[in-house]
């Protein structure tokens, strides 16, 4: 059965710390893996989306990593802000479509002043 | 560019009353449409999704269907409302051969059953 386990479950950080969230998977076969922002009430927002030749991609604060021969993936947070809190969900595609994605149950992240 | 709309944003019925929440994609052509719902601590769980005008396809067996009268529109419905339908649900969509098929989603319905 396809599974992506998500650690911690949540954490809380002080403004303008870094934080590393983690992302283990087992789906197969694998085609890209995405990191989601949602903040609370709000559908999710892509931060990534990295297939299986790509280690490092950021998008701003946000740094992805991804090792496919250990299916770890990690969600790096730089000088964190108040608008960061959210929730971060990993999602792993097995294939070229949409339905064959399998979602983590995220890290819910609080970023204090 | 291309948005989605989903209402109501939030909705409060009881139990054996019906449901019809509808989702709409401006911006696009021929997308491929989502229905997820979210329940409270755990991940976003697939229940439809559409490749096309009248195509659904179901993931899980409920108490729920879909349907897709035109190519932008996606509407999720039931005849009795359960207390378990209770959740966030989210409609998304995505453009067919892509090559990530990234995924967009609308701001979401939270549906209570009382």
New interface residues.
């Given amino acids: 059965k396809n599974q ?1 386990e998500q650690s911690p479950q949540s954490l809380i950080i002080l403004e303008g710390k870094n934080c590393t969230l983690q992302c283990n998977y087992t789906v197969s076969p694998f085609s ?1 893996l ?1 990191w989601y922002k949602q903040d609370t ?6 931060l990534t ?1 990295m ?1 299986f030749s790509e280690n490092t991609k950021s998008n701003g604060r946000y740094t992805a990593t991804l090792d496919a021969d250990t299916k770890q993936s990690s969600l790096h947070i730089t000088a964190s802000q108040l608008s960061d809190s959210a929730s971060y ?1 990993c999602v792993v ?1 097995a294939g ?4 064959q ?6 890290t819910k992240l609080s970023v204090i002043p | 560019s291309q948005t989605i709309h989903q209402w109501p944003a939030t909705l409060v019925q009881p139990v054996g009353s019906p449901l019809s929440l509808e989702c709409t994609v401006e911006g696009t052509s021929n997308p491929n449409l989502y229905w997820y719902r979210q329940a409270a601590g755990r991940g976003l769980q697939l229940l439809f999704y559409s490749v096309g005008i009248g195509q659904i396809s179901s993931e899980v067996p409920q108490n729920l269907s879909a349907s897709r009268p035109q190519d932008r529109q996606f509407i999720l419905s039931s005849k009795k409302l359960l207390l378990s339908d209770s959740g966030f649900y989210l409609c998304a969509w995505d453009q067919s051969g892509s090559s990530y098929n990234e995924q967009f989603f609308g701001p979401g319905t939270r549906l209570t059953v009382l």
């Fill in positions: 992506v890209n995405r009430g709000r559908g999710p927002v892509s989306i297939t969900i595609s070229a479509g949409s339905y994605l399998t979602f983590g149950k995220g």
